[in-house]
């Protein structure tokens, strides 16, 4: 079993700037690729970025060149550096891994960008 807490989320205004932060416990050792994801209202939840155990990274075309997925594995945790945000990023993010051929969630945390 893993657990991923996320915290950073918050209001700001376009153009602003917020890092979200993931921190799993758990079954760390299992870890692998881990990524945010993201649910506005009445739309599906969707990719924004992954990166794996080796930091190889992949970012959705909406968020290249404004979002940097980070990890730090002596942390067991993974980050999501938001710049340049716009009204169309609101929505909740929930942090994601894989650990041992099962898939896990956090609980969301809320990302209000207000125009």
Request: proline share 2%; charged share 15%; aromatic share 10%.
């Given at each position: 079993?893993?657990?991923?807490?996320?915290?950073?989320?918050?209001?700001?205004?376009?153009?602003?700037?917020?890092?979200?932060?993931?921190?799993?416990?758990?079954?760390?050792?299992?870890?692998?690729?881990?990524?945010?994801?993201?649910?506005?209202?009445?739309?599906?939840?969707?990719?924004?970025?992954?990166i794996t155990s080796v930091g190889r990274t992949?970012?959705?075309?909406?968020?290249?060149?404004?979002?940097?997925?980070?990890?730090?594995?002596?942390?067991?945790?993974?980050?999501?550096?938001?710049?340049?945000?716009?009204?169309?990023?609101?929505?909740?993010?929930?942090?994601?891994?894989?650990?041992?051929?099962?898939?896990?969630?956090?609980?969301?945390?809320?990302v209000t960008v207000s125009s």
């Amino acid at each position: 079993q893993v657990q991923l807490v996320e915290s950073g989320g918050g209001l700001v205004s376009t153009g602003g700037s917020l890092r979200l932060s993931c921190a799993a416990s758990g079954s760390i050792f299992s870890i692998g690729t881990m990524g945010w994801y993201r649910q506005a209202p009445g739309k599906q939840r969707e990719l924004v970025a992954t990166i794996t155990s080796v930091g190889r990274t992949n970012y959705a075309d909406s968020v290249k060149g404004r979002f940097t997925i980070s990890r730090d594995n002596a942390k067991n945790s993974v980050y999501l550096q938001m710049n340049s945000l716009r009204p169309e990023d609101t929505a909740v993010y929930y942090c994601n891994a894989w650990a041992a051929g099962y898939n896990y969630w956090g609980q969301g945390t809320q990302v209000t960008v207000s125009s």
